[in-house]
């Protein structure tokens, strides 16, 4: 079975400028996560997904964080304009909507500098 | 707001001492808890604890939950270099009334296991 998928591993931008993440969950998986890892710290969910419908953005910072994830798939996430403290790493992670189990398969993550 | 806390947050022994990390939780409708490994890359899986008192064990792993004092332990034995590692815990969190399995993390404890 392929694991989550993430492109890139690693971008730097400098502050104000743009850039996107993307995200390829396992297949079947309905629901669909993104975390912010801070270094030192957790991950924190940015935004989740149930098929293409939103299901949680309460800690999304929508003035400049963007999400989607078109056709129940694959995900985007967008950050416009980026500043310093957006350095970090960007999780994605899925899991099926049937069954008990709350594990959460997590892809490699994609390391943001902002400089 | 739901919390997870992790202790200690580093943590340096020399290959074959045995370590015990912690883990404390608040969280309303607590259903289970997930221990992470972290290294380069993606989070992996290792245990998720839904009743009292009963340790889950995996080779040099275990884990065991008192849902009474709200702590969680990760044991490893006879520690690897390879463990070198941050070890995360999270528990479902099912604020706002949603059921789908927002992960909330705790900050992580950072292991090193010295030759």
């Known amino acids: 079975e392929a694991g989550v998928a993430q492109s890139p591993r690693y971008k730097i931008i400098e502050k104000r400028q743009s850039v996107a993440f993307w995200c390829n969950p396992i297949?079947?998986?309905?629901?669909l996560y993104w975390y912010q890892q801070i270094l030192g710290q957790g991950p924190k969910l940015l935004i989740q997904?149930?098929?293409?419908?939103?299901?949680?953005d309460s800690q999304l910072p929508k003035d400049r964080f963007s999400a989607e994830r078109l056709k129940g798939v694959d995900s985007t996430l967008k950050i416009q304009p980026a500043k310093l403290e957006d350095s970090a790493v960007y999780l994605c992670?899925?899991?099926?909507?049937?069954?008990?189990?709350?594990?959460?398969?997590f892809g490699p993550g994609t390391r943001l500098t902002v400089t | 707001e739901d919390k997870v806390v992790q202790s200690p947050l580093s943590l340096v022994v020399h290959e074959g001492d045995t370590v015990t990390l912690n883990c404390s939780y608040e969280?309303?409708?607590?259903?289970?808890l997930l221990w992470y490994k972290q290294e380069k890359k993606a989070p992996t899986f290792l245990f998720m604890l839904?009743?009292?008192?009963i340790e889950k064990k995996s080779g040099r792993l275990s884990s065991i939950l008192d849902k009474k004092e709200l702590f969680s332990i990760l044991n490893i034995t006879a520690t690897q270099t390879g463990d070198s590692a941050i070890y995360l815990c999270?528990?479902?969190?099912?604020?706002?009334?949603?059921?789908?399995?927002?992960?909330?993390f705790g900050q992580g404890t950072i292991l090193t296991v010295h030759p």
């Open positions: 992670a899925s899991r099926p909507l049937a069954g008990r189990s709350y594990e959460q398969y």
């Open positions: 297949s079947g998986h309905a629901t």
């Open positions: 997904f149930q098929n293409n419908g939103v299901v949680d």
């Open positions: 969280v309303t409708n607590f259903r289970s």
């Open positions: 839904t009743s009292s008192g």
């Open positions: 999270a528990a479902p969190s099912n604020a706002g009334g949603t059921s789908y399995g927002k992960l909330t």
